[in-house]
């Protein structure tokens, strides 16, 4: 049995989590209007030559708020999963206690579940 370099894992977690942190308190401030609100101004602004650039500035802007959504989610898993290191069970599957493998770790640091308990997880 390998063991995880959970030294490792902290280190690329509380970095992911400060990154979060961070796109978080950027979007609180960088977008305290309403998509709706936005949506109003591209239609105002039909006839605009920059008409492109303004809709795909609210395209970026829809993905900023999926993006809002999920890094609260995103936080909590990185949250779970330092508190995984803690109490020493990162890298277990909490579904079937199984180890996860070093390579999905790399890949998804917070990942709590092994590759087939993910993937059942999603219906697959
Ligand atoms: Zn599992």
Redesign the pocket.
């Known amino acids: 049995m390998s063991t995880i370099d959970t030294a490792h894992f902290r280190d690329v977690l509380l970095e992911e989590r400060a990154r979060v942190v961070s796109a978080l308190a950027g979007l609180r401030d960088e977008h305290p209007g309403s998509l709706e609100d936005e949506t109003e101004e591209v239609n105002a602004s039909l006839d605009s030559d920059d008409l492109a650039e303004t809709a795909s500035a609210t395209l970026g802007r829809e993905i900023d708020y999926t993006l809002g959504e999920n890094s609260e989610q995103v936080l909590a898993d990185i949250d779970a999963a330092l508190a995984r290191i803690e109490a020493g069970t990162y890298g277990t599957?909490t579904?079937?206690s199984?180890q996860i493998s070093v390579a999905r770790l790399e890949a998804h640091p917070s990942a709590s579940?092994?590759i087939?308990?993910a993937r059942k997880a999603e219906g697959g």
């Open positions: 599957c579904n079937c199984k579940l092994c087939d308990c």
